[in-house]
Antibody, heavy 113, light 112 residues
């Protein structure tokens, strides 16, 4: 049974930083590309970033490019999202997702002064 | 990249069948056999219902089926049940070389 547990969300002021983590279990972590997907309150799903299975390739949505960094530690079965220069528009539930389509429960990020 | 186009809402009575469409372009839906469908109940995480256009994960009811024609993918739910009432999202690769995903705007299914 695949389990993905996100953490690190919270309330943060505009311009500040936050680091999200996603601990994975029940799968061979380094077999999967890993994604961050977000959902603003009352809105649809939005792809944020992806990291290839070996960590070598990283791609970002235009809305976060240059501000967010995705990374992974395959020895710890953990995915990360470093979020800098946060804006009100980044307020959302952030989900960790495997390339197969398994989702975590999400961690809520609120950017507000 | 632009989001895939889904109807905002669909409805049906218990026992009926409904179909939700997901329209993209030849650069996403039409270009890859990697369309997925997700079900999301209020306050819950999305759940994979269909992957690779027409494959069901273990444990998903065979009342759910997927298909694709050209740039449009479809999710069909037969024998509607009250528990099927939820939001449904499609997704596709936007680029297989960069592994980017693109999502549809979501469809609210109401079981009357």
């Amino acid at each position: 049974q695949v389990q993905l547990v996100e953490s690190g969300g919270g309330v943060v002021q505009p311009g500040r930083s936050l680091r999200l983590s996603c601990a994975a279990s029940g799968l061979t972590f380094n077999d999967y590309a890993m994604y961050w997907v977000r959902q603003a309150p009352g809105k649809g799903l939005e792809w944020v970033a992806v990291n290839s299975n070996d960590g070598s390739n990283k791609y970002y949505a235009d809305a976060v490019k240059g501000r967010f960094t995705i990374s992974r530690d395959n020895s710890k079965n953990t995915l990360y999202l470093q979020m800098n220069s946060l804006r009100a528009g980044d307020t959302a539930m952030y989900y960790c997702v495997t390339s197969y389509g398994d989702w975590g429960q999400g961690t809520l990020v609120t950017v507000s002064s | 990249q632009s989001a895939l186009t889904q109807p905002a809402s669909v409805s049906g009575s218990p026992g009926q069948s409904i179909t939700i469409s997901c329209t993209g372009t030849s650069s996403d839906v039409g270009g890859y056999n990697y369309v997925s469908w997700y079900q999301q109940h209020p306050g819950k995480a999305p759940k994979l219902m269909i992957y690779d256009v027409n494959n069901r994960p273990s444990g998903v009811s065979n009342r759910f089926s997927g298909s694709k024609s050209g740039n449009t993918a479809s999710l069909t739910i037969s024998g509607l049940q009250a528990e099927d009432e939820a939001d449904y999202y499609c997704s596709s690769y936007a680029s297989s070389s960069t592994l980017e995903w693109v999502f549809g705007g979501g469809t609210k299914l109401t079981v009357l």
